[in-house]
């Protein structure tokens, strides 16, 4: 019977164990049996890891907190009882202000991460994607990534960022601005090629600049890119996207009206060695350096830039105006003249007599005749202007404004001019 005995108190004693201990145990072994997925999880959500790490601590803190133990308590003259106390009396506060404060922390890091993250960066980011194709192989993208940090790498304000993964070829415009607003960039590089080194390279803007949008987002390659000019497929293709990289990058500079940063990253936009493809892209940068040299007062400067514009666009309204004004205001009135008359025609003609950009030729015209005194000339023109600007912009738009004051600046100065 003793045997007995011992025997149903060893098997009861291993159940007991068994309920004290084999949960505990379980867990133990689907936590490590599911740590390899746990840690994949961990890297493509941070906030699933800090709620995981946060959640595991509150439990931690809450078993501290609450966790007792079975002791015999022996008093004289009474048989010995058992008795349940706490495990871990002197952790106990902190464990309960770990359970109040840890879950307090979490959320309020919440908060500033989410602010950080909508927080408008002053950085502009140029996110590269990889170049679906094989890349192993020829390491384009690696290529036009070196490539345009060196490129911007004088200009603290631009960054690039690769993305570490492929944007596929049929993706719209929307869904890779929305994967650029994600990164906080302004500017996404991605596109796909084949084994000949035949492919298209696509550059969005995320962040759409006021003053101008890339006439062309995409640029096809092959292997006959760079024919005569010694260089390969891929400098060529690196070339050209550093050259609109940088052509946004200055124009963003441009309206923010830091002039000479514009001019800065203007002219090294066309040190790159680009394909012939680009020609239409190298204009734009010229045309928008010689804007922002006219607006630093660099006029004679301004006006070759212009002329080379010019030699390429020579039915574009908006050249024809700002090469005429750079020459007015180089007091080379005899050739800013028909330049002016030209544009005023090409406007009258292609958007009407009452649109502001022929309100917009009229006023450079009428400056023209102003600034050599022929104030009879220059009177109607602003009239004219102020008319159309009042009734298609406003009474206070800036342009109205502007006419209107050098209107008023030419009406005493038209009383003595000679007849």
């Not at 068994?18 to 936590?31: E, M, T």
């Not at 048989?79 to 979490?106: D, N």
């Not at 993706?171 to 796909?192: L, Q």
Request: with cysteine; charged share 25%.
């Amino acid at each position: 019977m003793r045997g007995d005995s011992s025997s149903g108190d060893g098997f009861g004693g291993f159940i007991e164990s068994l309920k004290k201990w084999g949960a505990p145990i379980v867990g133990v072994v689907v936590f490590i049996l599911g740590l390899p997925k746990v840690f994949d999880a961990a890297k493509g959500n941070i906030t699933w890891s800090v709620l995981s790490v946060v959640g595991l601590s509150w439990i931690l803190f809450y078993w501290i907190y609450t966790s007792r133990v079975e002791r015999h308590i022996s008093k004289e003259g009474q048989l010995p009882k058992k008795e349940k106390s706490l495990q871990f009396p002197r952790l106990r506060r902190w464990a309960l202000a770990g359970m109040i404060t840890f879950p307090l922390l979490t959320l309020s890091g919440f908060a500033i991460a989410d602010y950080i993250e909508h927080r408008p960066s002053n950085k502009t980011i140029i996110l590269i994607a990889d170049l679906q194709g094989p890349d192993q192989k020829f390491a384009v993208t690696q290529v036009i990534i070196n490539r345009m940090k060196r490129a911007v790498s004088e200009f603290l304000e631009v960054q690039i960022k690769p993305l570490g993964d492929v944007i596929k070829e049929g993706t719209d415009s929307e869904t890779v601005r929305r994967i650029g607003a994600e990164h906080k960039a302004s500017i996404v590089v991605w596109g796909f090629y084949d084994e000949a080194l035949n492919g298209t390279a696509h550059i969005d803007q995320v962040r759409q600049t006021s003053s101008f949008s890339l006439r062309r987002n995409e640029l096809d390659f092959n292997v006959t890119l760079p024919e005569g000019r010694g260089i390969s497929v891929k400098e060529a293709l690196s070339g050209d996207l550093s050259l609109l990289a940088l052509f946004v990058v200055g124009v963003a500079q441009y309206d923010a009206g830091a002039y000479d940063e514009a001019i800065d990253r203007f002219t090294k936009a066309l040190d790159q060695q680009y394909s012939s493809k680009s020609e239409s892209e190298v204009a734009d940068v010229k045309f928008f350096l010689g804007k922002s040299l006219y607006q630093k007062g660099k006029y004679s400067e301004a006006v070759d830039r212009f002329r080379e514009v010019v030699s390429k666009r020579d039915d574009d309204p908006d050249v024809l105006n700002w090469l005429g004004s750079a020459l007015t205001n180089a007091a080379r009135y005899a050739e800013a003249e028909p330049l002016l008359n030209r544009a005023l025609a090409i406007y009258e003609k292609a958007l009407g007599p009452e649109h502001p950009n022929t309100a917009g030729s009229l006023n450079r015209l009428a400056v023209l005749y102003d600034s050599q005194g022929r104030y009879g000339e220059a009177e109607p023109l602003y009239n004219r202007a102020l008319a159309i600007c009042e009734k298609a912009l406003g009474l206070e738009h800036p342009n109205t404004v502007d006419v209107l004051d050098l209107l008023q600046k030419i009406l005493p100065l038209r009383r003595f001019a000679p007849s």
